[in-house]
C-alpha cells in the first residue's frame, strides 16, 4: 500500500447550510437569464405598458395636466379594479413571452451539454436543482409582473386626493397574489416543458404551445359536448376569470361559462403537479454510456 | 468514521439491461483501479459509489456514509466523470469556484481553494479562459481540478487519463500517486493499464458486469498461477533461444521481440522455466542481458482473465 504517511486533511472548515447552496444555483440561473440580449430587450419591452399605466394614472389624478391635454374626462380614465385587470393581463402574458425565453435558457443548456451529472455531483439534491432554477425565473418574472403592478397601486394611492387606498386593498392583494400564482405556474411549466425538448428554440414554441394548444381542445371539448367543463383546458380563460375575481372586477364570462374557483385551482394544482413528474423523469445524472 | 467503500451484493440493471451483478467488494485506503472493457460496468459501478444511479439491489456505503444522502456524501467525495461536458459559457476559474460555493464553501475560501486547485494542475494561466476554448487535455485537467478543489477525502475518477498528452499524463499520474502517498481514498478507472497499475495498491477486474478478480496485483496473479506466465528474455540469439525452451512441454508460446533482440516465452511451470534458463546460461551458447516477467501486471492479468477479446482499447 502506498500509505506512507496520513498527511493529507481533507477539509474540515466552515460550510454553509445545504439549504442556502440552492440560492448559488438561483444567483447562477438569474446570472445565465440575464446575459441574453434579448433578455433584456424582453424586459424592456415589458416595461412599457407600465409606462403607458404609469402617464394614466398621473392624468387621472392631475387636473392641470388633463386641461394641458385638451380637458380630458376625468371620468374617461377611472382607476378601478378593471384598470388594473388589463394591467395584470398585460404583465402576465408578457410573462410567458419571458418565461418562453428565459426558461429553456435554464435548463435545456444543462441537458444538451449532459451537464447535470457534473452539477449533481455536489452537496445539493435534483429537488435542490430545480428549486435554484425555479427562484432563478421566479425572480426574472417579479420583476416585470407584480412588482410593477404594485409600484402602480403605490402610485395611485399616493396621488389620489381621495383614501383611495383603504377603499381598494382588494386590488393589491389581488395583483400580487394573482401575478405569484401567474408566475409560480409559468414557472414550473416552463422547467417542465424544457427538460423535455433539449434544442432551445424548440422548447421556446413548446411552452407557447402547452398554453394555447390545450385551449384549443378545451374549445373544442366545450362546442362538440356543450360543457362548460372544456374550459378547464383553456389557462387562459382560467386565469382570466380568476383574476377577476381576485381583485373584484365584473366578470366577463357569460354565467353558463362560468368556472368555480375551486375547479380552476384544482386545475392549476394537478397541472403543477403533472409539470413536478416531467421534471423528476427528466432531471437525474443517469448516464446510459456504460464503461 | 468507517474508512472502507463496500458494496455488499449490489446489482444494478438498466431495464432488461445488466449493469452490474452482484458486486461485493471492500475497498481501503490508496489507490485503486477499477478494470474491465468497455461496457463492462465501471461507470456504472463509480455512479452507483456516488449516488449518481440507484442500485436494484444491494447496499453501499463509502466510509460509512450512503451514496443516497448526496449532500452528505459529496462533501466527502469528489467525482471527475468521463463526460467531456460542462456548463454552457463557463471559464476555467468559474467552473471550480462555482462548484466550491455549491460545496458551501466561504467566497473567500472558494477562492483561495479555485487558486490552489488550479495550479495543482498547471492551469493557473488559463483559468481565465472558457473552457469550450480548452484542448481535450486541458479539459480533462479542469475536471480533475474541480474534483479535488474542495478537499475529499475520497477521489473517484472516471477514465482520467483519456485525451491527456504523455507529459500531462505524467503530471497526473505523479498528482494521484501524491493524493494516494497522502492518504486520499482514490478509485480510478482507465484503459492505460501500464502506466496507472505502476501506482495501484489494489485492481478490480470486472467483465459484463460481474466481478472477476480483486486484490493487489501479486494477489491477482497468484490467483491465476495456473494460468501460463510471460516472460521477457533480452539475449543476442533470441530463436535459438525459443527452439531450446520449446523443446520441453510447459513452454506454450514464444515470440520474438520486435528489436530482434529479445523473446517473450510463456511457461505453464515458472521453476522448471527457470531451471533450464539457467542450464541454458551456463551452456554459454546464448548471452543473456535480463530476464523479466512480462506481465506481471493489470493488463497482463486481465487479458488472462477476461480474455483477449477484452484488451486494453
Known amino acids: 500500500m502506498s500509505v506512507y504517511k496520513h498527511i493529507y486533511r481533507a477539509y474540515d472548515g466552515k460550510v454553509t447550510p445545504v439549504w442556502t447552496r440552492v440560492f448559488v444555483l438561483a444567483r447562477y440561473g438569474f446570472a445565465e437569464a440575464w446575459s441574453s440580449k434579448i433578455t433584456i430587450g424582453l424586459f424592456t419591452l415589458c416595461l412599457l405598458p407600465p409606462i403607458v399605466f404609469l402617464i394614466g394614472i398621473y392624468l387621472a389624478n392631475n387636473s392641470i395636466a388633463r386641461a394641458l391635454m385638451g380637458g380630458l374626462d376625468p371620468q374617461g380614465l377611472p382607476i378601478n379594479a378593471r384598470f388594473f385587470l388589463i394591467l395584470l393581463e398585460v404583465q402576465s402574458w408578457f410573462a410567458l413571452a419571458l418565461t418562453s425565453w428565459i426558461a429553456p435558457r435554464l435548463i435545456t443548456f444543462d441537458l444538451a451539454d449532459n451537464a447535470l451529472p457534473i452539477l449533481l455531483s455536489h452537496p445539493i439534491s435534483r429537488f435542490g436543482y430545480v428549486l435554484g ?105 382560467m386565469m382570466t376569470s380568476l383574476w377577476q375575481r381576485l381583485l373584484g372586477a365584473p366578470e366577463s364570462a357569460r354565467a353558463n361559462f362560468y368556472l368555480p374557483t375551486g375547479a380552476i385551482v384544482a386545475t392549476l394544482v394537478l397541472a403543477c403537479f403533472i409539470c413536478a413528474a416531467m421534471l423528476n423523469a427528466r432531471i437525474r445524472a443517469r448516464e446510459v454510456v456504460r464503461g | 468514521m468507517n474508512d472502507q467503500i463496500i458494496f455488499e451484493n449490489v446489482s444494478k440493471f438498466y431495464g432488461e439491461v445488466l449493469g452490474v451483478n452482484r458486486i461485493s467488494l471492500s475497498i481501503p485506503p490508496g489507490i485503486t483501479t477499477l478494470v474491465g472493457p468497455n461496457g463492462s460496468g465501471k461507470t456504472t459501478l463509480m455512479n452507483l459509489m456516488t449516488g449518481l444511479v440507484q442500485p436494484s439491489s444491494g447496499r453501499i456505503s463509502v466510509m460509512g456514509l450512503s451514496p443516497v444522502n448526496a449532500p452528505e456524501l459529496f462533501c466527502i467525495l469528489g467525482y471527475c466523470a468521463q463526460f467531456d461536458s460542462f456548463p454552457r459559457g463557463i471559464t476555467g476559474w ?32 488559463a483559468a481565465g479562459r472558457k473552457i469550450a476554448g480548452y484542448s481535450k487535455g486541458m479539459r480533462q ?35 494521484f500517486q501524491e493524493l494516494g502517498r497522502q492518504g486520499m481514498h482514490l478509485l480510478i478507472s482507465s484503459h492505460i493499464l501500464d502506466e496507472v497499475d505502476r501506482i495501484s495498491d489494489r485492481v478490480v477486474l470486472i467483465a459484463g458486469g460481474y466481478l472477476v478478480a480483486e486484490g493487489s496485483i501479486q494477489q491477482v496473479r497468484h490467483e491465476v498461477q495456473e494460468k501460463p506466465m510471460q516472460v521477457l528474455i533480452r539475449c543476442d540469439r533470441p530463436a535459438l533461444l525459443a527452439a531450446k525452451m520449446f523443446s520441453v512441454n510447459h513452454c506454450v508460446e514464444a515470440r520474438l521481440h520486435a528489436d530482434g533482440k529479445g523473446v517473450f516465452l510463456r511457461t505453464g511451470d515458472i521453476d522448471q522455466f527457470y531451471s533450464m534458463l539457467n542450464g541454458i546460461a551456463a551452456e554459454g551458447l546464448v548471452k543473456m542481458e535480463s530476464v523479466a516477467p512480462a506481465d506481471d501486471d493489470a493488463s497482463a492479468i486481465y487479458q488472462y482473465l477476461i480474455g483477449s477479446s477484452g484488451g486494453t482499447s
Open chain 1, 133 to 237: 432554477k425555479l427562484i432563478a425565473l421566479l425572480a426574472s418574472l417579479s420583476v416585470v409582473t407584480w412588482t410593477p403592478c404594485l409600484l402602480l397601486f403605490a402610485y395611485q394611492s399616493y396621488s389620489s386626493p381621495l383614501p383611495w387606498a383603504a377603499a381598494n386593498l382588494q386590488i393589491a392583494a389581488g395583483l400580487l397574489a394573482g401575478e405569484l400564482i401567474w408566475i409560480a405556474f409559468l414557472s414550473i411549466l416552463g422547467l417542465a416543458v424544457s427538460s423535455w425538448v433539449k434544442w432551445r428554440v424548440a422548447a421556446t414554441g413548446a411552452i407557447f404551445a402547452a398554453v394555447f394548444v390545450p385551449a384549443g381542445v378545451g374549445g373544442i371539448v366545450t362546442g362538440v359536448l356543450r360543457t362548460k367543463w372544456g374550459f378547464l383546458l383553456n389557462i387562459p380563460f
Open chain 2, 141 to 175: 485537467k479542469v475536471r480533475l481540478a474541480q474534483a479535488v478543489a474542495h478537499h475529499p477525502r475520497v477521489l473517484v475518477l472516471d477514465e482520467p487519463l483519456n485525451g491527456l498528452d504523455p507529459m500531462a499524463r505524467a503530471e497526473s499520474i505523479a498528482l
Open chain 2, 94 to 125: 468559474q467552473f471550480i469556484f462555482d462548484s466550491l460555493m455549491l460545496h458551501g464553501m466561504s467566497e473567500a475560501e472558494a477562492v483561495e481553494l479555485t487558486i490552489e486547485s488550479l495550479e495543482r494542475v498547471q492551469l493557473g494561466d
